[in-house]
């Protein structure tokens, strides 16, 4: 594997991403020092490459990214993951508000605590929070699968569409159109499937345990509500 390493310490920004883009074309895994919490870290690439971010990110790392697999060993702001379409976002610590926000596709990972509005308007992909998620978990969701195995609080689901919500702690308060539900054993092998590939160790009864929010708006084959 071919790698390259990026000293961010006196980069801009636009300097910083030039030099992702630029230098994914011709390496394997890019390795980015001193990120200084900077904002849009490798925002838009669409190169296939390996990032490790050594330190934390700003706001909006990886946003739009297409195919990446981005790693930071540490924390990371508002709106990791932004509308990614493709690709791996893994954050070992916490994040802010709206992680996963309007993913198309692709997996955002947050080991840690992340803020309110995790996975906001995502259309589908993956998004797991190992730690507690803030209000309006999901909020307008409509697509894809939303993994907290901490606890949700405060009007979770709220206006979800479409998707589905996986919560292992507690619920504190649903939100509008919102309704809670035992997993099936179908839901808890897919969930063992995903959480054992990113590293997630828990016991049998720990899947039992999990509960599902998705749209209770649901409709008859003729179009109108039940």
Request: glycine content about 16%.
């Amino acid at each position: 594997m071919r790698e390259y390493t990026i000293d961010a310490k006196n980069m801009d920004e636009k300097t910083l991403n030039r030099s992702i883009k630029e230098h994914a074309l011709d390496y394997d895994k890019l390795i980015i020092k001193n990120p200084q919490s900077k904002h849009n870290i490798a925002a838009g690439l669409t190169e296939e490459v390996e990032i490790e971010i050594v330190g934390s990110a700003g706001y909006f790392v990886g946003t739009m990214v297409d195919g990446a697999k981005i790693h930071i060993t540490r924390n990371a702001g508002w709106f990791a993951g932004d509308n990614m379409t493709g690709g791996e976002l893994i954050i070992e610590g916490g994040s802010g508000d709206g992680a996963g926000q309007g993913i198309y596709n692709g997996t955002v990972v947050v080991k840690g605590d992340t803020g309110s509005r995790t996975g906001e308007i995502m259309k589908g992909g993956t998004v797991i929070i190992g730690g507690n998620s803030g209000f309006m978990t999901g909020l307008l969701m409509m697509g894809g699968r939303l993994i907290v195995l901490g606890d949700v609080t405060d009007d979770a689901g709220e206006s979800i569409m479409r998707g589905t919500i996986y919560v292992l702690g507690q619920v504190k308060s649903l939100g509008k159109k919102a309704v809670l539900k035992h997993t099936t054993l179908d839901d808890q092998n897919e969930l063992k499937e995903v959480l054992t590939k990113y590293g997630f160790e828990l016991s049998d009864i720990d899947y039992t345990n999990f509960k599902k929010i998705t749209n209770g708006e649901t409709k008859t084959e003729s179009g109108g509500k039940k």
